[in-house]
Nanobody, 121 residues
Framework: QVQLVESGGGLVQPGGSLRLSCAASGRTFSRGAMGWFRQAPGKEREFVAR???????YYADAVKGRFTLSRDNAKNTMYLQMNSLKPEDTAVYYC???????????????WGQGTQVTVSS
């Protein structure tokens, strides 16, 4: 019923920027949160950031100060502005949505297919 589609990934040099988008369709979300997770090759899925539908934001320490989360509730779209990118940020980034506000993947019911972010010189 709910579909999430990520976009905006690509190749960028260290220190560069990218903006990821996540568009939700099929249902609207008036409660809960949307979030971003990432998974690098050979590593566990990692929390990146989340935003509640009341506007509260929370970031992982690894991205705090560099990434900024925003959303357009009317469009059911979430954005992740990524600045000062580092090679360590290289991963597949996944959009997720759920009915509770959480930084844990288990709390999210819906997931996108992911978009690749590669930071390399």
């Amino acid at each position: 019923q709910v579909q999430l589609v990520e976009s905006g990934g690509g190749l960028v040099q260290p220190g560069g920027s990218l903006r990821l988008s996540c568009a939700a369709s099929g249902r609207t979300f008036s409660r809960g949160a949307m979030g971003w997770f990432r998974q690098a090759p050979g590593k566990e899925r990692e929390f990146v950031a989340r935003i509640s539908w009341s506007g509260g934001r929370y970031y992982a320490d690894a991205v705090k100060g560099r990434f900024t989360l925003s959303r357009d509730n009317a469009k059911n779209t979430m954005y992740l502005q990524m600045n000062s990118l580092k090679p360590e940020d290289t991963a597949v980034y996944y959009c997720a949505a759920g009915d509770v506000v959480s930084a844990y993947s288990e709390a999210y019911d819906y997931w996108g297919q992911g978009t690749q972010v590669t930071v390399s010189s």
